[in-house]
């Protein structure tokens, strides 16, 4: 690979890097969330200093050339990312709906409503 073209990624590579420490510092994102975006950036630095590793794991996995492997490992990698973000979605609507029940709870009693049966028998213990 070209020295210029090295140094131009290597920078890259360094200003995405501290980027994503701001926005992790500045509390912007969870540590959750940009984990795999620092892990793939110092991958991808390693690999681009070592440029032999790549062809070690194109011979280690019967792959043709480079280029396909790494299309390859970033299809597992955006897979990886996609299950946890539907994860997380599933989680957050699950929340929602139960803040939202409770809520509706809230609003209820605060309108004069019907005690539930939990706080009918409370006074009685």
């Known amino acids: ?5 090295n140094i131009f990624l290597f920078v890259v590579y360094t200003l995405v890097f501290l980027f994503l420490l701001l926005k ?3 509390r912007r994102a969870e ?3 940009i984990l795999p975006w620092l ?12 440029p032999g590793i790549l062809d070690f794991f194109c011979a ?10 790494l299309f390859f490992f970033a299809l597992i990698l955006l897979s990886a990312v996609v299950f946890s973000l539907t994860l ?15 809520l509706a709870l809230w609003e209820d009693r605060a309108r004069g409503g019907a005690p539930t049966e ?6 009685e213990e």
């Open 24 to 26: 992790l510092r500045a």
């Open 118 to 123: 939990n706080e009918g028998n409370a006074g």
């Open 60 to 69: 280690l996995f019967g792959i043709e050339t480079p280029s396909n492997m």
């Open 39 to 50: 892990v793939l950036d110092v991958v991808l630095a390693v690999i681009t200093a070592f």
């Open 1 to 5: 690979m070209n020295l210029r073209l």
């Open 88 to 102: 997380a979605l599933s989680r957050q609507n699950a929340q929602i709906r139960d803040l939202t029940q409770r």
């Open 31 to 33: 540590i959750k969330y």
